[in-house]
């Protein structure tokens, strides 16, 4: 019953954000957003009494980056503001990282792409892509930034796909998804910023964003269930 209490708040919070971002409200978004990682972070702590400690901190130091990122992120019309909000989520994703090797590490198992390197190959074909189409646009200190984080979110990517059998095929399952949905996320941040304007880009983005999120806190819990 708590549970899903909670998840109704959680509901509550998404909808309010996304009707910001529809409506074009920043009132309403800078109330709603900063509540999300919020609800992730206290969700995942609250169901956390199973999980090894050192996951826990990687995991919260990742959602409290990612937060502030969030926060930084509602005035990313200033470019100061814009390059500390890539900053603060290029920490998160770092964190990100640590916390899927680290799952890796307790199964005692081998893992995934060490034994099948080759599907690494969709990542730096990726990585590529947005080379060759996104940084010709991008003055000297972005394109420095957001090669530093696009190499960081691919390779968090990349190992959550690194624990595909590891643990838990569900946990593998919802992480793996997240971080897709992350990367899907930025890439949108991205083309509407610096190559074509996209309808409703705001709402796309937080939709994804959440789910990346939301996907990959509810997997870590799954892991330890």
Known sequence: MKKILLHILFIAIVVADLAGEYLQNPQIDHIAKP??????????F??????DKKVLLLAGCAFLFSWIGDLLMMFAAEFTFFVFGIVSFLVAQVFYIFVFL??????????????????????????LIVYIVLFPKLDMVLSI?????????LTMSAMALNRFGNGHPISFSLVFAGSLFFVLSDSLIAINRFLIEIPYEGLLIMITYIAAQYLIMLGLLKQYE
């Open 35 to 44: 509540l999300l990682l919020i609800w992730i972070a206290g969700y995942f």
């Open 46 to 51: 609250l169901h956390s009494k199973n999980i």
């Open 102 to 127: 680290r799952t890796i590490d307790l199964s005692g198992k081998t893992p995934f792409l060490r034994k099948k390197p080759m599907w690494l190959i969709p990542y730096l074909a990726y990585g």
């Open 145 to 153: 930034a957001i090669f530093i984080y696009v190499v960081a979110i």
